[in-house]
């Protein structure tokens, strides 16, 4: 089974508000990678956050990352219309393994 | 996506026929790696090569082979394609092991019949 499940599957929030996406996974890990997904292209990375750090920025995105819950969260502020996507996360183990979760849809309303 | 190369971008095979998916870079990374992404499943490891000369079990191998050629290029080959195997696949790249993101290649759509 997959490393990495997002919650919500789908989301759809009107354009200017705030969109949070989590994500939990099973086993130890040594990082954890946040990816977009537009129309079923290539998958762009976003942030990546080490199993030693407990939140993150990078412009409009938050994440942290709760290893004693085994769960991390996405936030973008301030939605756009451009900001309609997939987004993943995904886990990467002592292995050299990255391996993502099933994904949630964000759609923004205008 | 410059840098990974994916050919053929799409490609329709009859249930029992053989293919290569061949990825390409031109980024000098070390590690490669193979993903299927089927509707509402995320993408899946197949195969990932840390390094030339090395090459590793996924998620789902079964009714996959790979070869790393070179530094450059890492191909998935089908032996006997499945209905099953209809998806899109991705290749990604990263510079080396151990916290570095993907970078991914634009994918093969396959459709097995």
């Known amino acids: 089974s997959q490393q990495g499940e997002e919650d919500p599957q789908a989301l759809s929030i009107q354009e200017g508000e705030n969109a949070t996406m989590n994500c939990s996974y099973k086993?130890?890990?040594?990082?954890l990678q946040w990816y977009r997904q537009n129309s079923g292209r290539g998958l762009v990375h976003l942030i990546l956050i080490r199993s030693n750090e407990r939140e993150k920025h990078s412009g409009r995105l938050r994440v942290t990352l709760d290893t004693s819950k085994k769960s991390s969260s996405l936030l973008i502020t301030a939605s756009r219309a451009a900001d309609t996507a997939s987004y993943f996360c995904?886990?990467?183990?002592?292995?050299?393994?990255?391996?993502f979760g099933k994904g949630t849809r964000l759609h923004i309303l205008p | 996506n410059a840098g990974v190369t994916q050919t053929p971008k799409f490609q329709v095979l009859k249930t029992g026929q053989s293919m290569t998916l061949q990825c390409a870079q031109d980024?000098?990374?070390?590690?490669m790696y193979w993903y299927r992404q089927d509707p509402g499943m995320g993408l899946r490891l197949i195969y990932y090569s840390a390094s030339e000369g090395t090459t590793d079990k996924g998620e789902v191998p079964n009714g996959y082979n790979v070869s790393r050629l070179n530094k450059r290029e890492f191909s998935l080959r089908l032996e006997s394609a499945a209905p099953s195997q209809t998806s899109v696949y991705f290749c990604a790249i990263r510079p080396t092991t151990g916290g570095s993101p993907l970078h991914f290649g634009n994918g093969t759509r396959l459709t097995v019949t």
């Open positions: 995904a886990t990467e183990s002592r292995d050299d393994k990255i391996i």
């Open positions: 086993t130890s890990i040594n990082n």
């Open positions: 980024m000098n990374h070390n590690s």
